[in-house]
């Protein structure tokens, strides 16, 4: 069934898109079943479920953490984290260069529909976010990330994709050795196909590729 899916969607997207199998709520056999599918890309929200997905699927799997990860947790993960989905807080960046031996590839979450329930920078604090973060040489920006709102009105879903689209174009005099704004990590099971319109390069697929749980 995984494969299936892992086939559906990469002709949806197309090959220049990114695809992370989320398997956050999945057992490792079933991430097993993802990898032996071609996916190498796999995200989890949890530290726990982060390091037992990091430890049974092969070195050649990167595991992106892409929920909230509190200051406290950064050096459980650190040796194993390639990719921070939600970086959002210089406390957060800190630790990774406090306690990192090698540069971790973070997106800076960007909270652009400005929900209370949602973790991140909003829109216009992003810039002078970005000069901070030049000072840490652990911390790689990459891009950005964000959630679209829990609504089936897809006007207002891709107004929100468009919007990270726009704060990413209008960030290119930003970019620095360790700040290079290119990546947008947006579009999930629901919301993917409207986010990969909008210019998205890594898609968050949880129920759609590994089934509901």
Known sequence: MIKKNYEDIKNEIGEAVNLIAVTKYHTVDEAMEAYEAGIRHFGENRVEGFLEKRQALPEDAEIHFIG??????????????????????????????????????????????????????????????????????KVEVIGLMTMAPDTDDATQIEGVFQRLAELR?????????????????????????????????YVRIGSKLMGSR
Do not use: W
């Open 68 to 137: 909230t990860l509190q200051s406290r947790k950064v050096k459980e993960v650190i040796t194993h984290l390639n990719y921070l989905h939600s970086l959002d807080r210089e406390s957060i960046a800190k630790k990774i260069e406090q306690y990192s031996a090698h540069a971790v590839k973070c997106f800076l979450q960007v909270n652009v529909s400005g929900e209370s329930s949602k973790h991140g920078l909003a829109p216009e604090d992003v810039p002078d976010f970005l000069e901070r973060m030049k000072s840490y040489e």
């Open 169 to 201: 174009d209008s960030l290119a005099e930003v970019n620095g050795d360790n700040v290079q704004i290119d990546e947008l990590s947006m579009g999930m099971s629901n919301d993917y196909t409207l986010a990969v319109k909008h210019g998205a390069t």
